[in-house]
């Protein structure tokens, strides 16, 4: 596995080696051993979640205040923009987002760690989105970032006005939002 750092600190680009032939191909989606060494992170999974959105979907920018989710996240099916924003108040890129693309050519993935936002916009005409978490959803903390807030400044390559769910689209401007120290 290829690791590649990003701008966000904490936030991996993760290119699995795969093996293809005429057959097909194969490749280890997570093995626990080889994260932690080629990462140097030592992540315990308690939660897989998998959704199928249609194109211009735009899920996010969700977090949770308290139980903060780690997240290793990748699309199976299509194609996705996914993006997260910094909101660790003590970091020195507070409030700064990060977006990449991720779809089943590519097979890459994203390691997300706890203090970030995360969403992403189905590029496709849908995508299956898997997800494994470190730690169980809880409603009762999940909070949202309004996914277009100018403070942001996020581009989504989106054709159009994103499909939202009601919690989306009453997300809160980074400004306003309880965030991590």
Not at 75 to 85: L, M, N, Q, R
């Amino acid at each position: 596995m290829r690791v590649i750092r990003t701008e966000i600190a904490g936030v991996l680009l993760l290119e699995p080696k795969v093996y293809a032939d005429e057959r097909g191909f194969f490749f280890e989606s997570f093995n626990e051993r080889a994260f932690a060494e080629a990462t140097g992170i030592a992540a315990k999974f308690v939660q897989d979640n998998h959704s199928r959105s249609v194109k211009n979907t735009l899920r996010g920018l969700h977090y949770q205040i308290q139980q903060s989710q780690g997240k290793l996240v990748r699309a199976v099916t299509g194609e996705i923009f996914d993006v997260v924003v910094d909101i660790r108040r003590s970091s020195p890129t507070f409030g700064q987002s990060i977006g990449h693309h991720l779809s089943a050519e590519n097979k890459n993935m994203l390691w997300i760690p706890p203090g970030m936002a995360h969403g992403f916009a189905v590029l496709s005409d849908y995508a299956d989105f898997l997800y494994k978490t470190t730690d169980y959803w809880a409603p009762q903390h999940e909070r949202t970032l309004l996914w277009n807030d100018p403070a942001l400044a996020i581009t989504w390559p989106l054709a159009g006005e994103p499909i939202l769910a009601p919690k989306d689209r009453a997300g809160k401007r980074l400004s306003e939002a309880e965030v991590f120290d």
